[in-house]
């Protein structure tokens, strides 16, 4: 290129002054209010680095001004060209803006979490109910108190972008940011752990994870490392057992019940203390895939649960849970009904010692974003308020270690309860200092206390209303040593309660689980040892899961428990509230449009979601009604989004529904009575198998034949009109699922 054009193709080669054919610089946007702010946020406000209060904007909306800035807020013209020597020629590295926007792409992400990785959160309201006052001095259970509240549900296992229906423990980890400061309440949906003692969390968790050398499987147990784990270690039996049972593959966070695991110790006013455990007991039920819906859910919409609790919320369906406590006295055993309460694999059975409610807690917003509050949020089970206290449980010991030095890493520094979502709502004058990313501007000279400097200021609280005093609990005499007491050494009563408290149903479900898991495992010998374990649990657990591994059944080489189960445990036999359920209903152009608009009417009524299922997106319209939108595509739909599924009327005596038109037109010869399209056949196969209910009128009880859904079956309800079906289908989804079709291998 000779020295001309060379000039000219660099737009005369001086930033800033656009050449003739420079691309247009774009419009900057108009600005915005800012977003109103959020209850949530409203933590002390920090001062800018300026040292000058921040202005009203702060935690609401980041950015500022209509202009892109560089991050020291200078405006460049033009974000999409780096600067070069000539249009054609080398990249400058003096181009500020390209170096300052890449680096700062290069370390948005930070470690994920050592485990519970892969999480959903939502901002609520928790509203004490006065019930707990003779127990505790909280002041947040205080009658009608209102705390702002954030809280993460998680898997354990998967990583950040891993499945959400995967058979695992959930998390569900509350932070509620009291007057007296942050509590967090850092539990699981299954109310025992699979270690007794801290020490071995490295362990089970290396476990669990994927193979070291191969990096699977993701997000799950069923593989040797896990089973060898547990087995070796009995203690993980009962923890284990509840994963393969139905609580491992929760339908949504929305019904999913919550557990502190550990015993607290409650303190009232007088200086009284009582044992507690903590329960969430969702208002929605308590509900579970089937292990085939979670299959196919992890494919079709890894983001089943995430989006779940999501869509409820900004549809305004806000779930809500009541928090209850287990009380027991404080007794020197530390025991209640010879039931160690240190030991958490151990539950104390609701029958024994009934869960009495003291709160309720609405989940009533979604984060802005999901970094800055989701991902960045910080739980602590040591972040306690006056009135609750810990206990001597050796795995809470270590869990009061563990979580403020995982966030070291984790978010970079000690400075991590100054991020927005982990201010406390209550003022702060803690006299830590520095550190990496402060982004407080401390005043003052004296960072000590005593001083003389600052005004003597803080003072310390009086010894009644402060935090952290440890209740004058006598410790026993003791020596050093490194040991468990002997009640640890129990690891299979309490499994064997849980296993007879399940249903039929439940039992099957269980088999099925601990078939699946232990044929992906490789070593006989480890399949063998766990069927040891089971059979020091039941006989009829192990010999249903020893036929599925096509290995003999040993017999137990301990004597059976006698223990009572406890029905609180079984999730079926109640009816729920029907409220968020979706049912799919399916049409298409010949159909009755009328009544699938009232259809739809009579769903929302009742407090539910409707979503028609068509061949195609759009709305659905055949002349002489108002168009029906479609939500759903059978494409797009598969069974596991729908509680029920609805099949349409067709118009006409003798018409044709689902398909059957679309097979016509590509092919005029096909017959009258042409199969419907398959994927409809499966959506009704799948929910048949699934234990949904199902309900067709005016005719299109023919696509059910051609599904194999026998007319007959239980929870398959066929009528004239959509009128005379719908209550029955509403009335079967308070049981969640058509149990009589169970056991059916699912
Ligand atoms: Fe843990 C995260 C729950 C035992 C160490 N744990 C974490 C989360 C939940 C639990 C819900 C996710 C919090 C969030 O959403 O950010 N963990 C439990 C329960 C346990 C338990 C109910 C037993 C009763 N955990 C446990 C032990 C240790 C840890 C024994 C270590 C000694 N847990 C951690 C951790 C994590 C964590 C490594 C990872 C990310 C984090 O803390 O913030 O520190």
Request: hydrophobic fraction near 40%; include cysteine; charge should be negative.
């Amino acid at each position: 290129m000779n020295e001309k054009k060379q000039k000219k193709a660099a737009g005369d080669g001086i930033p800033g002054k656009p050449g003739p054919e420079s691309p247009p610089v774009a419009e900057p946007t108009t600005p915005r209010d800012p977003l109103p702010p959020k209850a949530d946020q409203s933590a002390p406000e920090p001062y800018s680095p300026t040292g000058a209060p921040t202005d009203g904007d702060r935690g609401r909306s980041a950015q500022r001004g209509a202009y892109l800035t560089t991050a020291q807020g200078n405006r460049p013209y033009d974000s999409d060209h780096s600067l070069k020597a000539g249009r054609r020629g080398p990249v400058l590295l003096q181009d500020h803006h390209l170096r300052e926007k890449i680096t700062h792409f290069d370390h948005e992400r930070i470690p994920e979490r050592v485990v519970h990785a892969r999480g959903a959160a939502a901002h609520g309201v928790f509203r004490g109910y006065g019930s707990a006052e003779q127990i505790t001095k909280a002041a947040f259970l205080g009658e009608d108190v209102e705390t702002p509240v954030f809280v993460r549900f998680s898997t354990v296992l998967g990583s950040r972008g891993s499945a959400d229906a995967v058979r695992d423990t959930r998390g569900f980890a509350t932070k509620f940011y009291t007057t007296e400061g942050v509590f967090d309440l850092v539990g699981n949906n299954i109310p025992v752990f699979f270690i007794q003692d801290a020490i071995k969390f490295p362990d089970v968790v290396h476990a669990a994870k994927p193979h070291p050398d191969r990096e699977i499987p993701q997000a799950q147990s069923a593989h040797d490392t896990f089973w060898d784990f547990v087995t070796l270690h009995t203690e993980a039996t009962h923890h284990t057992l509840w994963n393969m049972s139905d609580r491992g593959i929760p339908r949504s966070y929305r019904t999913m019940e919550g557990f502190g695991v550990h015993t607290f110790r409650m303190v009232n006013a007088r200086g009284e203390t009582t044992l507690v455990k903590f329960h969430w007991k969702p208002k929605l039920g308590i509900h579970s895939l089937v292990w085939e819906e979670a299959q196919i859910s992890n494919g079709m919409d890894p983001d089943f649960h995430r989006r779940d609790l999501a869509d409820a919320i900004e549809a305004g369906a806000f779930p809500e849970w009541e928090l209850g406590v287990q009380t027991f006295p404080d007794n020197e055993e530390q025991s209640f009904e010879g039931i160690d309460l240190l030991d958490p694999t151990n539950i104390v059975p609701e029958e024994l010692a009934p869960v009495q409610p003291i709160g309720l807690l609405t989940l009533n917003a979604n984060p802005t974003n999901f970094f800055a509050e989701t991902e960045q949020v910080a739980f602590h089970p040591g972040h306690l308020v006056p009135g609750i206290d810990i206990t001597d449980d050796p795995l809470l010991a270590g869990r009061l270690f563990s979580y403020i030095d995982t966030q070291i890493t984790r978010l970079g520094g000690p400075n991590f309860a100054q991020l927005p979502i982990n201010r406390p709502h209550a003022p702060v004058n803690d006299m830590l200092r520095d550190g990496m990313h402060q982004t407080a501007v401390h005043r003052g000279t004296a960072p000590y206390r005593p001083n003389s400097l600052d005004g003597g200021c803080p003072f310390l609280a009086g010894r009644d209303e402060g935090a952290y005093i440890e209740v004058p609990v006598d410790l026993p005499a003791a020596k050093k040593e490194r040991g468990a007491p002997a009640s640890f050494d129990d690891h299979f009563s309490q499994p064997r309660r849980f296993w007879l408290s399940m249903t039929p149903v439940e039992r099957e479900h269980i088999i099925g689980a601990y078939t699946f898991e232990l044929n992906k495992c490789h070593e006989t010998a480890i399949k063998q040892r766990a069927l040891q374990v089971l059979a020091n649990i039941d006989a009829e657990l192990c010999q249903g899961v020893a036929r599925g591994l096509g290995l003999a059944a040993p017999d137990p080489d301990r004597p059976l428990a006698a223990v009572e189960p406890s029905p609180a445990l079984s999730q079926l036999g109640r009816q729920w509230p029907v409220e968020g359920r979706v049912v799919g209903i399916v049409a298409d152009e010949g159909c009755d449009l009328d009544a699938v608009r009232s259809a739809r009417g009579s769903i929302l009524d009742a407090g539910m979601v409707p979503l028609v299922i068509a061949p195609a997106g759009g709305a659905l319209q055949n002349g002489s009604t108002q168009p029906v939108a479609v939500q759903r595509t059978f494409a797009t739909a598969r069974s596991v989004e729908f509680d029920a599924v609805l099949l349409a009327g067709v118009t006409g005596p003798g018409a044709d529904a689902y398909g059957a038109r679309d097979a016509k037109a590509a092919d005029p010869a096909a017959p009258a009575d042409a199969a419907s399209d398959p994927r409809v056949l499966l959506l009704l196969g799948e929910a048949y198998r699934h234990g949904k209910a199902i309900g067709a009128w005016g005719g299109a009880g023919r696509v059910l034949q051609e599904a194999g859904v026998p007319e007959d079956a239980a929870g398959v309800v066929v009528g004239d009109g959509a009128g005379g079906i719908l209550d029955r289908v509403f009335a079967l989804l308070a049981s969640h699922r058509v149990w009589d079709r169970f056991p059916a291998g699912a």
